[in-house]
């Protein structure tokens, strides 16, 4: 079974089609999906989605694209406490249309790594064109997330067990102590701790600049775009990822993978992606299904299905 770990359904939904794209994912052996996040809009219908349907699993945050709406945290740690989403997402930074946002989109950033530091949970990140930014971030995050399941201790930068780096020192744990003591700010559920610390969505970077994220305790993630013909220097980068490190998504309904290129896409096409990397590793498909899926369920702490 394959497990598509990063999919929109608000298009699904909104058009009724939902139904039809659930019987073609089971179809393609497709036996979970993870329903994305991003906006108050979408992290309801994530939620929703994923109290209805066994097969879809919620993640919850605040994207790059709502960096100037200033969005309502307490309200994220309220359904991080009611609903026990799989992980914070997704969220990130993009300066690909200019770097205008920039501090915006960093400041949003480390509140969503806050919260996913708080709870022990997954985050789900977004970069383009922001490599050193995410990378800074993404560091500090580590130490706190780490700190906070792990008894207040991390990893430092050269892999040795270390304290936190003081709050003047690591933004992300500076943040999560300024958080607002009020109840609802607490988590009141055991913190969670899947033993990853996110994942990359849409990997779309460089060999060195995966080494660096695998070497934070990252997994990487693989679309529809590592099928397109010209993503030679994409499909590189799979020599250097690890098999546990590894995951597939659709990134749906957006960048449909070879032989759907140009149409819209669908969580059942994340066989597509499974069986490009496959063929293009010299690897059985099968054998790619069970890494990735196994890869997924240990990041989201996802039940196995039959």
């Given at each position: 079974?394959?497990?598509?770990?990063?999919?929109?359904?608000?298009?699904?939904?909104?058009?009724?089609?939902?139904?039809?794209?659930?019987?073609?994912?089971?179809?393609?052996?497709?036996?979970?999906?993870?329903?994305?996040?991003?906006?108050?809009?979408?992290?309801?219908?994530?939620?929703?989605?994923?109290?209805?349907?066994?097969?879809?699993?919620?993640?919850?945050?605040?994207?790059?694209?709502?960096?100037?709406?200033?969005?309502?945290?307490?309200?994220?740690?309220?359904?991080?406490?009611?609903?026990?989403?799989?992980?914070?997402?997704?969220?990130?930074?993009?300066?690909?249309?200019?770097?205008?946002?920039?501090?915006?989109?960093?400041?949003?950033?480390?509140?969503?790594?806050?919260?996913?530091?708080?709870?022990?949970?997954?985050?789900?990140?977004?970069?383009?064109?922001?490599?050193?930014?995410?990378?800074?971030?993404?560091?500090?995050?580590?130490?706190a997330w780490s700190g906070r399941t792990n008894g207040q201790e991390s990893?430092?930068?050269?892999?040795?067990?270390?304290?936190?780096?003081?709050?003047?020192?690591?933004?992300?744990?500076?943040?999560?102590?300024?958080?607002?003591?009020?109840?609802?700010?607490?988590?009141?559920?055991?913190?969670?701790?899947?033993?990853?610390?996110?994942?990359?969505?849409?990997?779309?970077?460089?060999?060195?600049?995966?080494?660096?994220?695998?070497?934070?305790?990252?997994?990487?993630?693989?679309?529809?775009?590592?099928?397109?013909?010209?993503?030679?220097?994409?499909?590189?980068?799979?020599?250097?990822?690890?098999?546990?490190?590894?995951?597939?998504?659709?990134?749906?309904?957006?960048?449909?993978?070879?032989?759907?290129?140009?149409?819209?896409?669908?969580?059942?096409?994340?066989?597509?992606?499974?069986?490009?990397?496959?063929?293009?590793?010299?690897?059985?498909?099968?054998?790619?299904?069970?890494?990735?899926?196994?890869?997924?369920?240990?990041?989201?702490?996802?039940?196995?299905?039959?």
């Open positions: 079974m394959w497990i598509d770990s990063h999919a929109h359904l608000d298009a699904f939904v909104a058009d009724g089609s939902w139904p039809e794209v659930l019987a073609g994912m089971r179809a393609a052996q497709v036996g979970s999906v993870i329903a994305i996040g991003g906006s108050v809009a979408a992290n309801e219908l994530a939620l929703t989605m994923a109290r209805e349907y066994a097969e879809v699993h919620a993640v919850v945050g605040y994207d790059r694209d709502e960096a100037e709406r200033e969005p309502d945290f307490g309200l994220l740690r309220d359904l991080v406490n009611a609903e026990r989403p799989v992980g914070i997402g997704e969220t990130g930074l993009d300066y690909y249309y200019g770097q205008e946002t920039a501090r915006q989109q960093c400041a949003l950033f480390e509140q969503n790594l806050s919260v996913a530091a708080a709870y022990g949970l997954p985050v789900v990140v977004h970069t383009r064109d922001a490599e050193d930014d995410t990378y800074r971030l993404l560091r500090d995050f580590v130490r990893r430092t930068d050269s892999g040795s067990a270390g304290r936190l780096a003081p709050p003047e020192e690591n933004p992300v744990a500076a943040q999560i102590g300024r958080a607002n003591p009020a109840k609802r700010d607490e988590p009141n559920r055991a913190v969670l701790h899947t033993a990853v610390p996110g994942v990359i969505h849409c990997y779309t970077g460089t060999a060195e600049q995966a080494l660096k994220l695998l070497e934070l305790g990252f997994m990487i993630s693989f679309s529809g775009i590592v099928t397109f013909k010209k993503s030679d220097a994409l499909r590189e980068v799979l020599k250097v990822v690890p098999d546990d490190r590894l995951l597939i998504e659709t990134d749906a309904p957006y960048l449909a993978p070879v032989p759907k290129r140009g149409k819209r896409n669908e969580p059942a096409y994340v066989a597509y992606v499974g069986e490009g990397i496959a063929d293009y590793l010299g690897r059985p498909a099968a054998e790619l299904a069970q890494i990735t899926a196994q890869n997924t369920r240990k990041l989201f702490n996802l039940p196995v299905r039959g």
